[in-house]
């Protein structure tokens, strides 16, 4: 079955880390580039940021460059997101999802895993 | 600017025709993509590129830009299309992706 996982959401207090996975199955994950987005409670979805197939490149929204870290790990099929410095504004739901091209379109996405940041 | 903008809200009469509008600069240079969110569900891509409907979707569906606007239509819109929709492009500098801040589509 073609699908995304996601996993690794929780509880975290403001300045805390937390890693989200998203493990691929039923298709080649290594042809694909990968992306993460996410939707504040009873908001609009917002990019979050992508990696090419390789994983030689990657891009991130201005909200958390230089704080949040994409990933992946061909042997496992599993995409990954490194939060650092967290704050109350990065609480939502993370998606992540499969890009038929580099920053093109989403055909794919996991059913979400919850981050909040609160003290 | 950078940002995608969409009518928060849209009512059609079941059967009828519905226009979802995105307006953006960077439409000018980049083909949207249009996503349906129904609630406590993951987004669906609906449509893509020109006008390109994924396996599934069905052809009621379809794209149109020109300028900086784009259009999502709806034609014959049935009860099952209500829900969020959500344009998505590039931003000017290319190298990055914005969605723009969703319609919430009421079929009546």
């Known amino acids: 079955e073609v699908q995304l996982v996601e996993s690794g959401g929780g509880l975290v207090q403001p300045g805390g880390s937390l890693r989200l996975s998203c493990a691929a199955s039923g298709f080649t994950f290594t042809n694909y580039a990968m992306s993460w987005v996410r939707q504040a409670p009873g908001k609009g979805l917002e990019w979050v940021a992508g990696?090419?197939?390789?994983?030689?490149?990657?891009s991130y929204a201005d909200s958390v460059k230089g704080r949040f870290t994409i990933s992946r790990d061909s042997s496992k099929n599993t995409l990954y997101l490194q939060m650092n410095s967290l704050r109350a504004e990065d609480t939502a739901l993370y998606y992540c999802?499969?890009?038929?091209?580099?920053?093109?379109?989403?055909?794919?996405w996991g059913q979400g895993t919850l981050v909040t940041v609160s003290s | 600017s950078s940002e995608l903008t969409q009518d928060p809200a849209v009512s059609v009469a079941l059967g009828q025709t519905v226009r979802i509008t995105c307006q953006g600069d960077?439409?000018?240079?980049?083909?949207p993509s249009w996503y349906q969110q129904k609630p406590g569900q993951a987004p669906v891509l609906v449509i893509y590129g020109k006008n390109n409907r994924p396996s599934g979707i069905p052809d009621r569906f379809s794209g149109s830009s020109s300028g900086k606007t784009a259009l999502l239509t709806i034609t014959g819109a049935q009860a099952e299309d209500e829900g969020d929709y959500y344009c998505?492009?590039?931003?000017?500098?290319?190298?990055?992706?914005?969605f723009g801040g969703g319609t919430k589509l009421t079929v009546l």
């Open positions: 999802a499969k890009d038929m091209e580099w920053l093109v379109s989403f055909d794919l």
């Open positions: 990696i090419t197939a390789s994983g030689g490149s990657t």
């Open positions: 998505k492009s590039r931003d000017s500098s290319g190298n990055h992706l914005k």
């Open positions: 960077s439409l000018r240079s980049y083909y």
